[in-house]
């Protein structure tokens, strides 16, 4: 297993949660990497990217809200989501960026009162 995901389950609206994801070295020294979610009934949708120097991209919508970062010593990325909404429910996944392959198992993130 390359990549191995953390964190999630069920949050309040407006509350915060912290996903990790634990890679191989060799995976994560070479790469960029990304969150990726899909909701229920929704296509996948890249949420975040960062590349290997730590630049940051982020769909509109979790812009302000999410913060993708990455420990270069511990080959982990993490996804901060605050200020979190009803709609951000999702099964997250970490990947390599715009990588077909390299794909954690998802976890679920569910945002409900």
């Known amino acids: 297993v390359q990549l191995v995901e953390s964190g999630g389950g069920l949050v309040q609206p407006g509350g915060s949660t912290r996903l990790s994801c634990a890679a191989s070295?060799?995976?994560?020294?070479?790469?960029?990497m990304a969150w990726y979610r899909q909701a229920p009934g929704k296509q996948r949708e890249l949420v975040a990217g960062?590349?290997?120097?730590?630049?940051?991209n982020y769909t509109d919508s979790v812009k302000g809200r999410f913060t993708i970062s990455r420990d270069n010593a511990k080959n982990t990325v993490y996804l901060q989501m605050n200020s979190l909404k009803v709609e951000d429910t999702a099964v997250y996944y970490c990947?390599?960026?715009?990588?077909?392959?390299?794909w954690g198992q998802g976890t679920q993130v569910t945002v409900s009162s």
């Open positions: 990947a390599v960026w715009g990588s077909l392959t390299y």
């Open positions: 070295t060799i995976i994560f020294r070479i790469n960029d």
């Open positions: 960062i590349t290997r120097g730590g630049s940051a």
